[in-house]
Nanobody, 124 residues
Framework: QVQLVESGGGSVQAGGSLKLSCAAS????????MGWFRQVPGKEREFVAA????????YYADSVKGRFIVSRDNAKNAVYLQMNSLKPEDTAVYYC?????????????????WGQGTQVTVSS
């Protein structure tokens, strides 16, 4: 059983920064791509960023490109999301997720394990 636990959420003013962390259980962490998604009430969960299994490739939604950085540390079974220049529209619950394999996807259906989520609130 794989468990993903996010941390680092909170409240910040527009223009500020937060760094989310996701700790994963299991011995095969480095064989899976990892992703970050976010969701606001009444809307579908949306892709934010993803990183390949060894960390060499990263992918971003257009809305966060240039402001967010995704990374991972396979020795620590962890994935991170550094969020800079935050905007009120970044307010959401953020989830980390494990891909079904090495393929880095942007769709919810391409991820099989999810964390419980962490709230990020950006005030103007």
């Amino acid at each position: 059983q794989v468990q993903l636990v996010e941390s680092g959420g909170g409240s910040v003013q527009a223009g500020g920064s937060l760094k989310l962390s996701c700790a994963a259980s299991g011995r095969t962490f480095s064989t899976y791509a990892m992703g970050w998604f976010r969701q606001v009430p009444g809307k579908e969960r949306e892709f934010v960023a993803a990183v390949s299994n060894l960390g060499y490739s990263t992918y971003y939604a257009d809305s966060v490109k240039g402001r967010f950085i995704v990374s991972r540390d396979n020795a620590k079974n962890a994935v991170y999301l550094q969020m800079n220049s935050l905007k009120p529209e970044d307010t959401a619950v953020y989830y980390c997720a494990r891909s079904v394999g090495v393929i880095v996807g942007r769709r919810v259906s391409e991820y099989d394990y999810w964390g419980q989520g962490t709230q990020v609130t950006v005030s103007s």
